[in-house]
């Protein structure tokens, strides 16, 4: 007997993978976890039966979501991130030399130590001397915190569950003011495609430009991800995302990714007509 993961992106459309073997599940005091094992996309974490992250795929979000904002400011040394509990984007920050502390603030333990053991290509490098790990609320974290990271990435889950205080605009509020003056702010932005997913992209979006004088949104297709569209975002307090970027700085660096590249990096902000329009709605 075939065996299938399926998540629903709609009442209409389902996604599904056929399943090799499930290697790990268990329930912590926030949230259901599944860890499976497929021919097509290799392991791939599920968290409340929403697809996270696949071996195949992962690479396209985890680089998106930090080399973006590390090509705008390659000098950022002090980071922050939120959620991010399987690993990825710490794995690409310090590919950065120049990065001299991470702090990983994922609020499930259990998905740290679930990711380390079954998900080393991503959360391998979670033990490095400049990661410290804290396991607590991210909204929490956030509100102790003043002029102190060069960047944040809001690698969070979905609006809903453990993940639906970090689309609030009291969280955004304070991200701003944890940053430096010139700090940036990244976050995974949802996807515009589907009904649902799009209000609350323009919910996000909505309280970002609220609380940050520089907010833009950019794209990459995940194909795991609802529709395959996916959006991130950009917010500032100066910096701007494309103008003014020294994309040969970046290139100077030397670093190897599979998705990112600074011509990518200026196009992924020009966005289908739809999307524009979308945004318009929510924005003064």
Not at 224 to 235: E, K, N, V
Request: hydrophobic share 35%.
């Amino acid at each position: 007997m075939d065996l299938w993961f399926t998540e629903p992106h709609t009442e209409n459309v389902h996604f599904s993978i056929k399943v090799d073997k499930q290697i790990y599940t268990g329930q912590s005091d926030f949230q259901r976890i599944d860890i499976f094992e497929s021919n097509e996309f290799g392991r791939f974490l599920i968290l409340d039966g929403y697809m996270m992250m696949t071996e195949k795929d992962e690479f396209i979000y985890h680089e998106m979501i930090v080399h973006v904002p590390m090509c705008v400011n390659p000098e950022a040394r002090q980071v922050l991130v939120i959620g991010g509990g399987d690993g990825g984007a710490v794995r690409e920050l310090l590919k950065y030399p120049g990065i001299e502390h991470i702090d990983l603030c994922e609020i499930d333990e259990q998905v740290v130590e679930a990711c380390k053991k079954y998900l080393p290509q991503t959360a391998g490098q979670l033990d490095d001397p400049r990661v410290t790990i804290h396991y607590e609320d991210g909204l929490r974290f956030v509100r102790g915190c003043v002029d102190k990271y060069d960047l944040i990435i809001v690698d969070s889950t979905d609006p809903f569950g453990p993940g639906e205080g970090l689309f609030t605009k009291e969280f955004y509020g304070n991200c701003y003011k944890a940053l430096h003056e010139d700090g940036i702010m990244v976050n995974q932005h949802e996807s515009p495609f589907y009904e649902q997913d799009a209000y609350a992209m323009q919910r996000a979006h909505k309280r970002i430009v609220e609380s940050f004088p520089v907010s833009r949104v950019y794209q990459a297709h995940i194909p795991t991800y609802p529709s395959g569209h996916w959006l991130f975002g950009f917010a500032a307090k100066k910096r701007l995302p494309v103008e003014g970027v020294d994309f040969k700085a970046w290139k100077a660096l030397g670093l190897k990714t599979r998705y990112y590249n600074t011509q990518l990096h200026a196009g992924a902000f020009a966005l289908p007509n739809y999307v524009e329009d979308l945004l318009k709605d929510v924005e003064p």
